[in-house]
């Protein structure tokens, strides 16, 4: 019995057909035979559908397309196609031309294809998420191509709206097409050989048993066979299950159609191998490029968002719900300019929609402090009262009004986020109550004061994103380094008044790099057990569920014997029909969410988004993109390089000194911040006046100063000891060779001695030229 969703339904509508391990459905559309169209396009208005009585051959396609505006005399030379080409397309309805107004009134043609996209494979596989993906083609004369693509047939355009032709079409690309005729893996034209002829005796083994059609798509793109002419892709993708499939990779033969004698001659060998559903999705990826970007001005209101979104394969259903944000709230995001949407893909792959967002990260050291210990936030509460663990740096979405950032841009954003982020300032036990929000008033503004900032570098991360279920985001994110002064030497929190959904609480720890990596660890230990303990529970519901559904089936039988035993009662017939009908149809509803609950908790979670999941290629174009000017990074690594190659000390006294000019700076701050103010329950140090901050930096740089010259010194010392002694050597050697050959060969022995007494002179004159007194 051929199980088929009806219309666009969900994969999930099929019960035990939906697969955890599988992409979610895309797009949901209603029934209806004009299809909405990507881009600027979407809001025009279709006028004249082009149709074979209008044009009944080459001169009148001609004349129909010189008549609204579009040029073809070009047509046919290069690379490009003829109108004979486009006029075949139409006859055999392999594509449809079409005449829009655009808002401004513009008129466009377009040409319109309907491709479909099978994901083949069998009942087994389907539960597993493992589907056949055609690697390579091999055409009859020998020659082979990379393919990397799913089972691909063309769809005319009678056969739209495709829910109405599903089963057909499905039937014919594998039992007819691309699937018609199986052989081992290893078969292959080799040179010389012969393509094997058509068999009209053989019967395909495989048989389509269901359909499901779980995603579609349009795409835009300026035609290169036709120039003038828009084409828009019209891309649906398919999850058919199929019988009588290999377990093992596999080939297949592809034949033409006949010809006039009625032979039908080899077309393709198509290579098939079974593979997880995100390594193809990676493969799909492979030669993509950006097809549009969304900024702001972009989107009208957030209905016209969702609509893009929906397009695009974005489910927007949770969106508002359960912790998730909302449309309105990506939209709020994408008009302050913190962040852009990109839509990436290729005609014949998967599309992708990339929340783009720039981030700066601040790492906050203390200059009152002699450990290497940063600021860590640890959590995060909300004005509801939630708190949720974060364990990172202090960042903040950038805003992209501005671009290109620079050094400049950039100490000024982050002053900003450390004056938002650490305003306010309280004892480590701080937290929100709910029904008495803090106000600005009532805390006390913190005194800090940043000393230097210094950028750090750049990296990227892709994930998917936390606030909008289903959207992949990559995360630009831009560190700094920023010292401080006047924050607690202990553990704080801060109250942040500034966001716009009201006041948050962080909580703040000093750190170190082995710390934070132990904390990391035990949190990802943490979500293990937890996982596992949910793995646990739902399995516990599964068994629940499965008892439940047969006490319902037992219920069922019960009531049929007991309609049967009170036949004669005044009882309404239908009325316990319909009640068995429905108790039918709960424990159908709950054995198939049993099924479900049972794959998930067997299924390990990935993220399906992760960087890992897309080729080399297009995270390089994506991480491309930066705010920065085209020499910021160029400065930033030559300033990192000259600070690298910076004389340092050789001896130990030198590194004692630095040492203890750095424990002298920080004893000395230490000692001049006397005044305290007292916040909660916690000591805040002031900071000290600005002329005796300046005597402090004085007081460094002369003992810096002192230590510099007292290495040089010693350096010279050691080189002035080594001519000295290179002195005495040549004397003994001098002395001996008299004694032993005479004057002439006693020159010649000395002769090392004396090159090593004039490297040491050369040494220490260079040395003494470069004392600074």
């Given at each position: 019995?051929?199980?088929?969703?009806?219309?666009?339904?969900?994969?999930a509508?099929?019960?035990?057909?939906?697969?955890?391990?599988?992409?979610?459905?895309k797009?949901?559309?209603?029934?209806?035979?004009?299809?909405?169209l990507?881009?600027t396009?979407?809001?025009a208005?279709?006028?004249?559908v082009?149709?074979l009585?209008?044009?009944?051959?080459?001169?009148g396609?001609?004349e129909?397309?010189?008549?609204?505006?579009?040029?073809?005399?070009?047509?046919?030379?290069?690379?490009?196609?003829?109108?004979?080409?486009?006029f075949?397309?139409l006859?055999?309805?392999?594509?449809?031309?079409?005449?829009?107004?655009?808002?401004?009134?513009?008129?466009?043609?377009?040409?319109?294809?309907h491709?479909?996209?099978?994901k083949?494979?069998?009942?087994?596989?389907?539960?597993?998420?493992?589907?056949?993906?055609?690697?390579?083609?091999?055409?009859?004369?020998?020659?082979?191509?990379?393919?990397?693509?799913?089972?691909?047939?063309k769809?005319?355009?009678?056969?739209?709206p495709?829910?109405?032709?599903?089963?057909?079409?499905?039937?014919?690309a594998?039992e007819?097409?691309?699937?018609?005729?199986?052989?081992?893996?290893?078969?292959?034209?080799?040179?010389?050989t012969q393509?094997?002829?058509?068999?009209?005796d053989?019967r395909?083994p495989?048989?389509?048993?269901a359909e499901?059609?779980?995603?579609?798509?349009?795409?835009?793109?300026?035609?290169?066979?036709?120039?003038?002419?828009?084409?828009?892709?019209?891309?649906?993708?398919?999850?058919?299950?199929?019988?009588g499939?290999?377990?093992?990779?596999?080939n297949?033969?592809?034949?033409e159609?006949?010809?006039?004698?009625?032979?039908?001659?080899?077309?393709?060998?198509?290579?098939?191998?079974?593979?997880?559903w995100?390594?193809i999705?990676r493969?799909?990826?492979e030669?993509?490029?950006?097809k549009?970007?969304?900024?702001r001005?972009?989107?009208?209101?957030?209905?016209?968002?969702?609509?893009?979104?929906?397009?695009?394969g974005?489910?927007?259903?949770?969106?508002?719900?359960?912790g998730?944000?909302?449309?309105?709230?990506?939209?709020?995001?994408?008009?302050?300019?913190?962040?852009?949407?990109?839509?990436?893909g290729?005609?014949d792959?998967?599309?992708?929609?990339?929340?783009?967002?720039?981030?700066?990260?601040?790492?906050?050291?203390?200059?009152?402090?002699?450990d290497d210990?940063?600021?860590?936030q640890?959590?995060?509460q909300?004005?509801?009262g939630r708190?949720?663990?974060?364990?990172?740096?202090?960042?903040k979405?950038?805003?992209?009004?501005q671009?290109?950032?620079?050094?400049?841009?950039?100490?000024?954003?982050?002053?900003?986020?450390?004056?938002?982020?650490?305003?306010?300032?309280?004892?480590?036990h701080?937290?929100?109550?709910?029904?008495?929000?803090?106000?600005?008033?009532?805390?006390i503004?913190?005194?800090?004061?940043?000393?230097?900032?210094?950028?750090?570098?750049?990296h990227?991360d892709i994930?998917?994103?936390?606030?909008?279920?289903?959207?992949s985001t990559?995360?630009?994110?831009y560190?700094?380094?920023?010292?401080?002064?006047?924050?607690?030497?202990?553990?704080?929190?801060?109250?942040?008044?500034?966001?716009?959904?009201?006041?948050?609480?962080?909580?703040?720890?000093?750190t170190?790099?082995?710390?934070?990596?132990?904390?990391?660890?035990?949190?990802?230990?943490?979500?293990?057990?937890?996982?596992s303990?949910l793995r646990?529970?739902?399995?516990?519901?599964?068994?629940?569920?499965?008892?439940?559904?047969?006490?319902?089936?037992r219920?069922?039988?019960?009531?049929?014997?007991?309609m049967?035993?009170?036949?004669?009662?005044?009882?309404?017939?239908?009325?316990?029909?319909?009640?068995?009908?429905?108790?039918l149809?709960?424990?159908?509803?709950?054995?198939t969410?049993?099924?479900?609950?049972?794959?998930e908790?067997q299924?390990?979670?990935?993220?399906?988004?992760?960087?890992?999941?897309?080729?080399?290629?297009?995270?390089?174009?994506?991480?491309?993109?930066?705010?920065?000017?085209?020499?910021?990074?160029?400065?930033?690594?030559?300033?990192?390089?000259?600070?690298?190659?910076?004389?340092?000390?050789?001896?130990?006294?030198g590194?004692?000194?630095?040492?203890?000019a750095?424990?002298?700076?920080a004893r000395s701050?230490?000692?001049?911040?006397?005044?305290?103010?007292?916040?909660?329950?916690?000591?805040?140090?002031?900071?000290?006046?600005?002329?005796?901050?300046?005597?402090?930096?004085?007081?460094?740089n002369?003992?810096t100063a002192e230590?510099r010259?007292?290495?040089?010194?010693?350096?010279?010392?050691?080189?002035?000891?080594?001519?000295?002694?290179?002195?005495?050597?040549?004397?003994?050697?001098?002395?001996?060779?008299?004694?032993s050959?005479?004057?002439?060969?006693?020159?010649?022995?000395a002769a090392?001695?004396?090159?090593?007494?004039g490297?040491?002179?050369?040494?220490?004159?260079?040395?003494?030229?470069?004392?600074?007194?």
């Open positions: 019995k051929r199980r088929a969703c009806p219309g666009w339904a969900r994969p509508a099929c019960g035990a057909m939906a697969s955890p391990s599988m992409s979610s459905p797009r949901t559309l209603r029934r209806t035979s004009t299809l909405p990507p881009g396009l979407s809001t208005e279709r006028v004249e082009a149709s009585r209008q044009v009944q051959n080459v001169a396609l001609t129909w397309l010189e008549a609204r505006g579009v040029p073809t005399s070009g047509w046919g030379k290069g690379s490009t196609k003829t109108v004979d080409k486009l075949k397309e006859e055999l309805g392999e594509a449809g031309l079409e005449v829009l107004r655009t808002t401004e009134g513009k008129l466009t043609v377009i040409r319109s294809t491709v479909l996209r099978g083949v494979t069998s009942q087994k596989s389907y539960d597993r998420g493992i589907f056949l993906f055609n690697t390579w083609q091999q055409f009859a004369d020998g020659r082979k191509r990379t393919r990397n693509g799913l089972l691909s047939e769809l005319s355009t009678s056969e739209v495709l829910e109405n032709h599903l089963h057909e079409v499905c039937k014919r594998v007819e097409e691309e699937m018609q005729c199986l052989v081992e893996a290893a078969f292959m034209l080799g040179h010389g393509a094997p002829d058509y068999d009209p053989y395909c495989l048989t389509v048993e499901v059609l779980t995603d579609y798509t349009s795409e835009l793109e300026v035609s290169k066979s036709f120039p003038g002419l828009i084409t828009v892709y019209h891309l649906y993708t398919v999850d058919i299950i199929v019988s499939l290999p377990s093992v990779d596999f297949t033969l592809e034949f159609g006949p010809d006039d004698r009625g032979r039908r001659r080899l077309k393709y060998v198509h290579a098939w191998n079974w593979l997880r995100p390594t999705q493969y799909l990826f030669g993509s490029s950006l549009e970007t969304k900024r001005g972009c989107f009208a209101d957030e209905e016209e968002l969702g609509e893009w979104l929906e397009q695009l974005v489910s927007t259903e949770q969106w508002g719900t359960d998730y944000k909302s449309v309105a709230s990506l939209l709020d995001e994408v008009e302050r300019e913190e962040a852009q949407l990109e839509h990436w290729r005609h792959g998967v599309p992708l929609l990339m929340r783009v967002v720039h981030v700066l990260q601040i790492k906050v050291i203390s200059s009152s402090r002699s210990k940063f600021l860590l640890t959590w995060l909300s004005r509801d708190a949720r663990t974060v364990n990172r740096l202090m960042a979405k950038l805003s992209c009004s671009v290109p950032f620079d050094e400049e841009r950039f100490t000024q954003a982050a002053k900003q986020i450390m004056n938002n982020q650490l305003g306010y300032l309280s004892d480590v701080f937290h929100i109550n709910p029904q008495q929000l803090p106000k600005p008033d009532e805390c503004e913190s005194e800090v004061e940043v000393h230097a900032v210094r950028f750090l570098g750049k990227f994930e998917e994103s936390p606030s909008f279920k289903g959207m990559m995360y630009h994110l560190t700094m380094e920023m010292e401080v002064d006047g924050l607690p030497n202990t553990d704080f929190t801060s109250v942040d008044f500034v966001r716009a959904n009201g006041p948050h609480v962080a909580g703040w720890r000093w170190t790099l082995p710390d934070t990596l132990d904390v990391l660890h035990n949190q990802a230990q943490a979500s293990s057990r937890q996982e303990k646990r529970c739902m399995t516990q519901q599964q068994r629940k569920l499965e008892d439940c559904a047969e006490r319902l089936v219920t069922h039988t019960w009531l049929e014997d007991y049967a035993e009170a036949a004669q009662s005044a009882m309404s017939g239908q009325e316990p029909s319909q009640l068995m009908s429905q108790l149809d709960i424990a159908k509803r709950i054995r969410a049993a099924s479900i609950v049972g794959r908790a299924t390990p979670q990935v993220d399906a988004f992760a960087a890992d999941a897309l080729p080399p290629a297009m995270l390089s174009k994506m991480a491309s993109d930066s705010i920065v000017s085209e020499t910021f990074f160029e400065e930033q690594m030559s300033m990192t390089e000259t600070e690298r190659r910076r004389p340092s000390f050789l001896h130990a006294g590194d004692s000194m630095c040492r203890m750095s424990t002298a700076t701050r230490e000692g001049e911040m006397s005044s305290t103010s007292t916040v909660g329950e916690r000591t805040v140090s002031n900071r000290p006046r600005r002329g005796q901050a300046l005597r402090f930096d004085e007081r460094i002369e003992m230590a010259t007292w290495r040089r010194r010693c350096s010279l010392g050691m080189a002035l000891g080594l001519c000295a002694a290179q002195v005495v050597s040549v004397a003994v050697v001098m002395a001996r060779a008299r004694v050959k005479g004057v002439g060969p006693c020159w010649y022995s090392p001695a004396l090159a090593a007494v490297a040491g002179a050369l040494v220490a004159w260079e040395l003494h030229s470069e004392e600074d007194d």
